[in-house]
């Protein structure tokens, strides 16, 4: 290992009783997208301890951040932290993992800043990734611009450099029709109810024709005020992922068709809401992905193989699609924890969680190293950014 690398790690270790304080505080008081304010105040203020120029509630965002620490004129490289919780039940994400990770390598890279080729580091706090998308209003308000290579860890059981992430439509489907007497006017009626269930059913249908690792999936969210009159109104959502954009857009466009066939059959009105918040698919970049992997065999860290078959979605799936980028999984929990439980919540403050919090700060401030320090490489991941699909 180089002599600047092991000094990063020697920093790393130097810092690790704070930032697990660090990580434990953002779990102890957990904040919903959008709201976490504490949790980017005590991130933002241990960034500025460490050297950083911090701006606070960039891009219009009030809880999103960007901490830069620049050597000169060079390529810049960005490190994203996320920090929002799921309701009801905590840091079960591991957000607050994936938080402290990235300021833990800022504060690496900040202790050998003296050793470091010209370029900038940005840590980049990105609020609301469950749901609400913060990434893509950093990425509109052009936080971005001008960023060579992304990265960002997730916690999981096991460690593995790239994993798919599929691209997520929301498509509310709202069916207007007439309201009349069930049992004395029925054929005076339009049901709107009716609409729905056969829009579950053409769905349905459609499902068994679709790419395995697409996935449609939908709730009834109104259905109707009482049996004895014809529903006028229902409405359900559909949440359609996909791996890829194109593939992402045939499916949006099969699905409204799937409602719009059953307003037609029916004789209700449809008309189809959409949040701006499409997050997409994960964009891979393999060339970034071994660097990461080479670090985390400098460091002795156990690889598993990417897993086909399980497949959230992020918003930094939109990050990806605008530059290269790697969200890598970081062992942080117990084999067979799964997310959103209650079980990787509690993993979430455990001495696994140290673990693997510590050495993704490495890993991370060791490739941003070699990103500063060998153009070839930045230069190959742009390279396979333009040519990837
Ligand atoms: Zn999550
Ligand atoms: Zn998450």
């Known amino acids: 290992m180089s002599a600047v690398k092991e000094l990063i790690v ?13 990580s434990h505080r953002i779990h102890g008081h957990p904040e919903l997208a959008y709201q976490e304010f504490k949790a980017a105040g005590w991130l933002s203020d241990f960034l500025a301890g460490q050297g950083f120029k911090v701006e606070r509630g960039v891009g219009g965002v009030e809880t999103a951040f960007r901490a830069m620490l620049e050597t000169g004129d060079g390529p810049t490289i960005a490190i994203l932290c996320e ?19 990235g300021v833990g390598a800022g504060a690496a890279l900040a202790a050998v800043r003296d050793r470091l080729p010209m370029g900038r580091i940005h840590v980049v706090g990105t609020p609301a990734e469950e749901g609400g998308g913060g990434k893509l209003r950093l990425i ?3 936080m971005f611009r001008g960023v060579d290579a ?15 992430l599929l691209g997520i439509v929301r498509l509310g489907l709202e069916f207007r029709g007439t309201a009349a007497h069930a049992a004395a006017d029925p054929w005076d009626g339009v049901n709107a109810v009716d609409a729905v269930v056969q829009t579950f059913n053409n769905v349905g249908m459609l499902r068994q024709q679709i790419r395995p690792d697409a996935r449609i999936h939908g709730i ?17 959502t559909f949440y359609v992922r996909a791996a890829r954009l194109d593939y992402l857009a045939e ?11 059953a307003a037609l059959a029916t004789g209700c009105g449809l008309k189809v809401v959409e949040p701006e918040t499409a997050y997409e698919p994960m964009k891979r970049n393999q060339t970034l992905a071994d660097a990461f992997r080479a670090n985390m065999q400098r460091l002795g860290l156990p690889e598993s193989p990417e897993a086909k078959d399980r497949l959230g979605s992020s918003d930094v799936g939109n990050v990806s699609q605008v530059l290269p980028t790697i969200q890598p999984y970081v062992r942080i929990a117990p084999d067979g924890t799964p997310w959103h439980s209650r079980a990787f919540e509690a993993a979430a403050a455990s001495p696994l969680a140290r673990e693997g919090m510590l050495a993704a700060a490495k890993v991370m401030a060791m490739t941003t190293l070699d990103l500063l320090s060998d153009p070839g490489l930045l230069a190959r991941a742009h ?4 040519a990837a699909p």
């Open 251 to 261: 499916l949006r466009r099969r699905v409204i068709a799937c409602a719009e066939g």
């Open 10 to 22: 020697a920093a790393v270790d130097r810092v690790a009783d704070e930032l697990e304080a660090l």
């Open 220 to 236: 009834i969210t109104s259905g109707g005020a009482a049996p004895n009159i014809i529903p006028e109104f229902a409405a359900a």
């Open 150 to 164: 992304a990265m960002m860890v997730h916690g999981w059981d096991r460690w593995v450099p790239h994993q798919d």
């Open 383 to 386: 390279e396979e950014f333009r």
């Open 83 to 101: 920090y929002d919780a799921l309701p009801e039940i905590g840091h079960a994400c591991g957000h607050n993992v994936i938080a402290t990770a």
């Open 140 to 142: 509109r308000a052009g």
